[in-house]
């Protein structure tokens, strides 16, 4: 049960580390041939919510990868 909760904690922790950096590198791109509306300032805004998602997602399952491991070390210290 331990390794599953540990396994599970690094998976999710590799999961916002990509997600944040996908989020930040991918989802603003100044070149007028990736416009998604026609005015400028709504495409910053756009462009600034979506990454936001990302990061936040990434926010999201490092919180739970933590929570995990905070619960596969409680599991080790609890011996029945």
Do not use: E, H, P
């Not at 590799?14 to 603003?28: E, I, N, R």
């Not at 919510?49 to 596969?72: E, K």
């Amino acid at each position: 049960m331990k390794v599953f909760f540990i396994r599970l904690g690094f998976t999710l922790a590799v999961t916002s580390v990509a997600l944040a950096w996908f989020g930040l590198q991918f989802m603003y791109d100044n070149s007028y041939s990736n416009r998604v509306v026609g005015g400028d300032a709504y495409n910053y805004i756009i462009y600034a919510t979506r990454g936001t998602a990302f990061v936040c997602a990434g926010i999201v399952s490092s919180v739970l990868a933590l929570c995990c491991f905070v619960y596969s070390s409680s599991l080790n210290d609890m011996k029945v």
